[in-house]
């Protein structure tokens, strides 16, 4: 794991924090929300789109996990999330689409707004409606899940790469501008993670070796425990982003070589 900027978090512990994690009923999201029970954080505020996942999300333990239904793509949704939410130390934006196409295509305009709406500004509106609240928080926490495609751009995931890439620059953003936001006047810890092919449904057709989501979560916060802010939680990532600090035109290379 590597790390463009790093804060000290000393004593970084999920014991009794309370998190959001937005597209929690599967993959990535799911996998923070099993390492979150598992290291005793006390609510986890979990979005889905489709109630058929309420249950299951309940059920794994009704007293610390809340689904609570939000689509990226209906504002009203999210002002309803911030309505709901009175207490928060850590908010997890995870939720996103990928859509293979190129960006010289037909309708790459199209879907490049869309993936924009999904992968960028969903995360931008969930932030800026949480952010009064999570400011309260002693030590809050924002992740932002990008890509390694927010680094470098990803072949036949044109309009994705754009998107996260945009993700990416808003992360700096608001790293940037939150450095004295905390309660206690400190800074709110923002963190980007840039994940290569993870096992979900989102790279179902990416033939290798794929870590499982739960591992994604346990290395991020491993991670923010050691003060990083730009975390690269896989063997691919790790060695493309090594790949890019080395040569970043080498790098587009290699992925171009991939389409
Ligand atoms: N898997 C990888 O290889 C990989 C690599 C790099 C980065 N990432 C990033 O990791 C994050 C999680 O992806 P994943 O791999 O876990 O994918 P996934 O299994 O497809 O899960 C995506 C999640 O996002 C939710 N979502 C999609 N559109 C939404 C919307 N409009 N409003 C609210 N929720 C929405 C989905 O809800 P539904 O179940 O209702 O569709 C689902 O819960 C994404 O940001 C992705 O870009 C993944």
Known sequence: M??????STDHFSLTDKI????????????????????????????TIRNDDYR???QNLA????????????NASTITQLAEQIDELDILINNAGI?????????????????????????????????????????????????????????PNLGPYSIAKAALHSYTQGLRIELKAAAKNGGP????????????TRLSAGADMEKPQPAEVAQTCFAAIAKGEQAIFPD??????????????QQLEAVFSSML
């Open 235 to 248: 063997p691919f990532s790790q060695a493309m982003w090594q790949q890019f600090l080395e040569h970043p």
């Open 19 to 46: 998190v959001l994690v937005t597209g929690a009923n599967r993959g990535i999201g799911l996998g923070f929300v099993h390492t979150l029970l598992e290291q005793g954080a006390k609510k986890i505020y979990a």
């Open 55 to 57: 249950e299951a999300l």
């Open 98 to 154: 990928a859509t293979a196409s190129l960006c010289t295509q037909a309708h790459s305009l199209e879907l490049t707004r869309h993936e924009m709406e999904v992968n960028c500004y969903g995360a931008m509106r969930v932030t800026q409606a949480l952010l009064p609240v999570l400011c309260q928080s002693d030590s809050p926490v924002v992740i932002n899940i990008a890509s390694m495609a927010a680094i470098s751009h990803f």
């Open 188 to 199: 709110v810890n923002v963190v980007g993670v840039y994940p290569g092919p993870i096992d």
């Open 2 to 7: 590597h790390s463009d900027q790093s804060s």
């Open 62 to 73: 009704s007293d610390r996990v809340v689904p609570i239904n939000v689509d990226l793509l």
